[in-house]
């Protein structure tokens, strides 16, 4: 009997299969990776090769290689001991949509001996043949980028409608469906009552405190929501960022914004290219630019420490009108020895007339003009009675906007209390068993149903009817606010007037102050100023001596 030499016998190529879907809906029909999955079998059988591995990715683009499927495969091929000769793939279009990232890859696979075969594309290796796959590479990147060109037209063109378009949504709004027009089902963005009241009762925690303190940092805001139970739209604990980001999202007063950044870069487009959907708002305009505003002062980029606790009456607010650079103090001694001080552009002191012609005023001309305007404009009896009177025609009409939360609100507690019966009612009587699945539905509502119930308190607690200012209570407050803000303690001076005004702009002619009308209401009834310094910095460290100072024996 003839031996056959092992050594001469044809080795059987080790193949492993890439399978891709570019969309999760394609993933979950489950018809087109069965199918690669099955051609890639007939297609081994046929070379006599061996599928000994299957990576599959589904809802993935093709257009980079962030795809945690192909990475996985291409650090297997080319680790030590060459677990795979050929990786399969349907066509080349499941593997890349980007020709120059395609070849960089098959180089790559290939300085490990291993090939990129496709099914429906089979190419050599001589010049020509690697020039075609080129040719076909570019021409489904051509076609993707086409693809995502017509895709994102009939998306803007949806979210023009007022249409959703499946992008995360934030805390207090849900997606539900409208109509159905073929086999497309078209949703709106609605108010989801529970979530909502969340949302507000931050805005107000932020603006106005819990009744027992002043106004909330994002810090302590962060504290109080996590210590009573309060989670995220994904039933995450609440973290500063995350605080952050619903303070200063525009969706709230009714503006949702699609397409408004690239996807992967997360650079911001061109306003033309932004669509605005309107939507539900959960929080007034008013209330929100005074949250931007505080947000502003609050933050130590723009209004550091120093500024805040600064001996100056109006540092951190005075701003100027041709360049919109804030001004600062600015310090010159006379030939006479005296030390006059101006209040003059920053941009014009730091890079000179090329960022800004300048302007500079003398701080007690400013000082002055500023608190004479707020004692003859302001703190009069009669603008202060029209500005409570404007004040609690807005409380009457969100009292009337929270009762009609509470009946949407009481609407769900009894639609999740219902569902809670019908289940506790099949378990009851044999007709469905309580498994895993049954646990994990009725914990989930019962969780609804004490959400649900906490908005419900929390916002009868808010809607109280509040007695009406009387006109000796304005009297008084007229005559002490006048006195105080002229020659007051010169701390509750900076203190109020940056609770009241926002921003104070001088131009060459004109010095215009923008107020906060919704806080007047909070000093007059004497609950508390809705400013609170912050803490200047004491220094206990010094560079050329020891870390701590030393404590007296």
Not at 125 to 150: C, V, W
Not at 415 to 432: D, M
Request: aromatic letters at 8%.
């Amino acid at each position: 009997m003839e031996r056959v030499d092992e050594a001469s016998s044809p080795k059987v190529r080790r193949a492993a299969g890439y399978f891709r879907v570019s969309t999760g809906r394609q993933a979950e029909s489950d018809l087109s990776i069965p199918d690669q999955r099955n051609q890639a079998l007939e297609y081994c059988r046929r070379k006599g090769w061996e599928l000994v591995d299957e990576f599959i990715e589904p809802g993935q683009s093709a257009t980079d290689d962030n795809r945690p499927a192909l990475q996985e495969m291409i650090a297997q091929a080319i680790s030590h001991g060459n677990p795979y000769d050929v990786i399969i793939v349907h066509s080349y279009s499941r593997f890349f949509r980007d020709d120059f990232a395609m070849e960089y890859y098959i180089r790559k696979l290939a300085k490990a001996d291993v090939e990129v075969v496709s099914i429906t594309q089979e190419l050599g290796n001589d010049p020509a043949q690697i020039m075609m796959r080129h040719i076909i590479g570019l021409f489904d990147e051509y076609q993707s980028r086409e693809t995502a060109k017509h895709t994102l037209r009939s998306m803007k063109e949806n979210a023009r409608q007022g249409f959703y378009n499946g992008a995360r949504l934030p805390l207090g709004y849900k997606a539900v469906e409208i109509e159905t027009r073929g086999h497309r089902v078209k949703k709106k963005v609605v108010v989801e009552p529970t979530e909502a009241e969340t949302v507000r009762l931050l805005f107000q925690l932020y603006l106005r405190g819990d009744g027992t303190s002043g106004p909330l940092g994002c810090k302590a805001l962060v504290s109080w929501l996590n210590e009573r139970g309060y989670r995220t739209k994904t039933d995450s604990r609440f973290g500063v960022g995350s605080v952050a980001f619903i303070l200063k999202n525009r969706s709230y007063t009714g503006e949702f914004i699609f397409n408004r950044q690239e996807s992967k870069t997360r650079k911001l487009k061109p306003i033309s290219e932004q669509v605005v959907v309107p939507v539900p708002p959960i929080i007034s305009r008013e209330e929100f630019e005074a949250t931007q505003a505080t947000l502003q002062v609050r933050n130590r980029q723009v209004t550091p420490p120093r500024i805040v606790t600064a001996r100056t009456l109006l540092s951190g607010l005075v701003y100027c009108s041709q360049c919109g650079a804030s001004m600062m103090l600015r310090t010159g001694t006379s030939h006479t020895g005296k030390v006059h001080r101006y209040y003059s552009c920053r941009a014009n002191l730091r890079t000179g007339k090329s960022a800004c012609d300048g302007i500079s005023i003398r701080m007690e001309t400013l000082d002055a003009d500023v608190v004479r305007h707020l004692s003859d404009r302001l703190l009069t009896v009669e603008r202060i009675a029209e500005l409570i009177s404007s004040i609690s025609a807005d409380r009457n009409e969100k009292n009337a906007s929270a009762g009609r939360r509470v009946a949407e609100l009481t609407s769900d507690l009894r639609e999740t209390e219902a569902r809670l019966r019908r289940i506790y009612l099949s378990i009851e009587e044999g007709v469905a068993q309580a498994d895993d699945l049954f646990r994990s539905r009725i914990a989930q509502l019962q969780a609804d149903r004490q959400k649900a119930i906490d908005a419900l308190a929390r916002l009868r607690a808010t809607t109280k009817i509040v007695e009406a200012v009387t006109p000796e209570a304005i009297l008084r407050f007229s005559e002490v606010m006048r006195e105080n803000i002229a020659t007051g303690e010169p701390g509750f001076r900076r203190a109020y007037m940056r609770s009241v005004v926002e921003r104070i702009v001088v131009g060459p002619r004109t010095i215009k102050i923008f107020g906060i009308k919704a806080t007047l209401e909070s000093a007059l009834r004497a609950d508390f100023l809705p400013y609170t310094s912050v803490r200047s910095f004491e220094r206990n460290w010094r560079p050329l001596q020891e870390s701590n100072l030393r404590q007296p024996a």
